[in-house]
């Protein structure tokens, strides 16, 4: 691991600010992928601006009717809420499906939406990857690409998104405020947040570099049956698949998105007016544009067939 310089920042627009005036300086929260990556030297700020102590650790009604999360509230607090179980629970059991007990106490609500990719070849430094350095080529394609996208990608890079909770973020039509240094803010619905890759991967979302992370809204709670489904290679402490987030209604209309199928959560709006047609007709649609590979091609059916079993546990 390089060296670093450390600060604890006052409040949000402070740790924007030592943000904004120091190249290369980045903020730090529970640490749980950052680290990782900085030991791998895949990341190297050469400062760490800590904003655990910005009181940005609670959830509170919203006077719509939703709910807000600070952006410091941890995984695991996020999914025992019981406004959440009761009212979101696509989140919190996508919040469960992810990683382990020890991450999930640590892990927070905004670094769980900026997680980088599990792509081998990203985390391989003596490999090309435009994610990791930009111009410079994409090993996965023409690679190993089993876990990777199958809709879109592009030429620069086929990686995949691996949050759980933005799936789930996704469905349930949450938005994402943030503060800059001088103090104004904004609000990103989540379907804006997070970019394809096209000829620039390693811009992963529509954040500003000294933009910072203090919410994540939930509109009013939509009703009906919430169920996530997690397709991985072992019971546990293993990235999708393919995962599928839905919110099913009584009358068999609802709503669905994808993980571990693109570069961000995968929800396509129209789609789901097929959704009392079943899984195939709301997949068909859904992936149309997929362009999956001999080694992923699976995705497609194992997408509708996980879909098909939400949909099945929901009804039941």
């Not at 350095?133 to 809709?151: E, H």
Request: aromatic content about 4%.
């Amino acid at each position: 691991m390089k060296a670093f310089t450390y600060e604890r920042a006052a409040t949000p627009a402070q740790a924007a600010s030592a943000v904004a005036g120091r190249p290369g300086a980045k903020f730090i929260a529970g640490g749980t992928n950052l680290l990782d990556l900085m030991k791998l030297q895949i990341e190297a700020p050469v400062h760490l601006v800590d904003v655990n102590g910005l009181a940005l650790d609670r959830i509170e009604p919203t006077p719509e009717g939703g709910l807000r999360i600070g952006a410091l509230v941890r995984n695991t607090d996020l999914a025992a809420d019981e406004r959440v179980r009761r009212d979101y629970g696509v989140l919190s059991r996508a919040l469960l499906a992810g990683a382990s007990g020890q991450l999930r106490n640590k892990a927070t609500t905004a670094g769980n939406l900026l997680q980088r990719t599990r792509c081998p070849y990203f985390y391989d430094t003596d490999q090309p990857c435009n994610k990791r350095r930009p111009g410079s080529g994409c090993s996965a394609i023409g690679g190993v690409t089993r876990q990777l996208a199958v809709i879109g990608g592009s030429k620069s890079c086929i990686a995949t998104n691996p949050s759980d909770m933005a799936v789930a973020m996704r469905v349930l039509d949450a938005s994402v405020e943030t503060v800059r240094p001088d103090g104004r803010t904004r609000v990103i619905p989540i379907a804006d947040f997070h970019r394809l890759p096209g000829d620039t991967p390693h811009v992963e979302t529509t954040l500003e570099r000294d933009e910072l992370i203090t919410g994540v809204t939930l509109p009013k709670p939509v009703g009906g049956t919430h169920v996530y489904r997690k397709i991985r290679d072992r019971a546990s402490y293993a990235f999708a698949l393919v995962s599928v987030a839905a919110i099913v209604q009584r009358d068999g209309s609802g709503r669905v998105a994808l993980g571990g199928v693109a570069h961000k959560p995968w929800r396509v709006e129209a789609a789901e007016a097929a959704m009392p047609q079943g899984a195939r007709a709301v997949t068909a649609r859904l992936l149309a544009d997929a362009q999956p590979t001999h080694e992923n091609a699976f995705k497609l059916q194992l997408a509708e067939r996980a879909l098909a079993a939400a949909i099945t546990q929901a009804r039941s």
